[in-house]
């Protein structure tokens, strides 16, 4: 099964409107990084907060991670049509002795402008 | 720094025929993981090669496999394929594989 699974599966807001989508894992973890994925397209890298990190920003995007509660929100201010796209986050799952990255099933973006 | 690349973008293949995939990472970068991504299931482990090695390995049948060259360079092979196996399929590089991944942008695979 998933290791995350994002929350809500779709989000369809106002260009300058503020987006949050939520992720959930299940098994302890190094990091957590969140993807952006154009229709389509290879995903690309956000950012990566470590697990003994609470809160990160990049420019317009905010990352918080709870270890107690298994979950990390991404948020996405000001939204613009551009960021219309999926979200992915993923976390570092140790299975049989080593790491792989476990991605969620994704939160449809889309900003109407 | 050119970034990852997978050829070919686009394939059309029958059931029963088989594929190879191949990707090249980012210089320098000695980790190869391979994803498959469907509609339905969203983007599922398949393996990782690091040093010429498979570390890691996802759920799938035999029938996927995978190798890595001595330059880094990856390729994941599809045998006997199935329409089940219609799905864009990833591959991402990193230096040592427990951080950031870059993507290419995916073979598109269609089974008929």
């Known amino acids: 099964s998933q290791q995350g699974e994002e929350d809500p599966q779709a989000l369809s807001i106002q260009e300058g409107e503020n987006a949050t989508m939520n992720c959930s894992y299940k098994?302890?973890?190094?990091?957590l990084q969140w993807y952006r994925q154009n229709s389509g397209r290879g995903l690309v890298h956000l950012i990566l907060?470590?697990?003994?990190?609470r809160e990160k920003h990049s420019g317009r995007l905010r990352v918080t991670l709870d270890t107690s509660k298994k979950s990390s929100s991404l948020l996405i201010t000001a939204s613009r049509a551009a960021d219309t796209a999926s979200y992915f986050c993923?976390?570092?799952?140790?299975?049989?002795?080593?790491?792989?990255?476990?991605f969620g099933t994704g939160t449809r973006l889309k900003v109407l402008a | 720094k050119a970034g990852v690349t997978q050829t070919p973008r686009y394939l059309i293949k029958t059931r029963g025929q088989q594929v190879t995939l191949s990707c090249s990472p980012i210089s320098g970068h000695r980790s190869v993981s391979w994803y498959q991504q469907t509609p339905g299931q969203g983007l599922q482990f398949l393996f990782e090669?690091?040093?010429?090695?498979?570390?890691n390995k996802g759920n799938f049948p035999g029938r996927f496999s995978g190798r890595q060259f001595s330059n880094s360079r990856s390729e994941m092979n599809v045998s006997t394929l199935e329409l089940g196996d219609s799905a864009l399929y990833l591959c991402?590089?990193?230096?040592?594989?427990?951080?950031?991944?870059?993507f290419g942008s995916g073979t598109q695979l269609s089974v008929l």
């Open positions: 907060i470590r697990s003994n990190e």
């Open positions: 090669y690091f040093s010429e090695t498979q570390r």
């Open positions: 098994t302890s973890i190094n990091n």
């Open positions: 991402a590089s990193s230096l040592q594989g427990r951080e950031k991944l870059f």
């Open positions: 993923a976390t570092d799952a140790l299975t049989s002795g080593t790491y792989k990255y476990i």
